[in-house]
């Protein structure tokens, strides 16, 4: 079963950073995209960060300049460097991906089950 399961977050003081991470495991044949998205309670989820296969990367306007989406292809990884952190940051970050498995050829989302980033002083 693929699976993505996410790490790196926690309470940072407002200025702070952090680093989360997402693997996704199991037998797949590619990937096309990987982001992150957040949601914080009474609100929309929101796209915060993607990148696709090809290297093309997209940010919500909220975090240009601060948060930096990256990954490695070899370890089926994303990564979301977050610096400059503001109180409006806190949310549960979701994984997501599009892959495509091993035993089924069509394209399939897949999201992590949520890590809390708290920014608060």
């Known amino acids: 079963q693929i699976r993505l399961a996410e790490s790196g977050g926690g309470l940072v003081q407002p200025g702070g950073s952090l680093r989360l991470s997402c693997a996704a495991s199991g037998t797949i044949r590619s990937i096309n995209a990987m982001g992150w998205y957040r949601q914080s309670p009474g609100k929309q989820r929101e796209l915060v960060a993607a990148?696709?296969?090809?290297?093309?990367?997209n940010y919500a306007d909220s975090v240009k300049g601060r948060f930096t989406i990256s990954k490695d292809n070899a370890k089926n990884t994303v990564y979301l460097q977050m610096n400059s952190l503001k109180p409006e940051d806190t949310a549960v970050y979701f994984c997501?991906?599009?892959?495509?498995?091993?035993?089924?050829?069509?394209?399939?989302?897949?999201w992590g089950q949520g890590t809390q980033v708290t920014v608060s002083s």
């Open positions: 997501n991906a599009e892959i495509v498995p091993h035993t089924i050829a069509t394209r399939i989302r897949y």
């Open positions: 990148v696709t296969s090809g290297g093309s990367t």
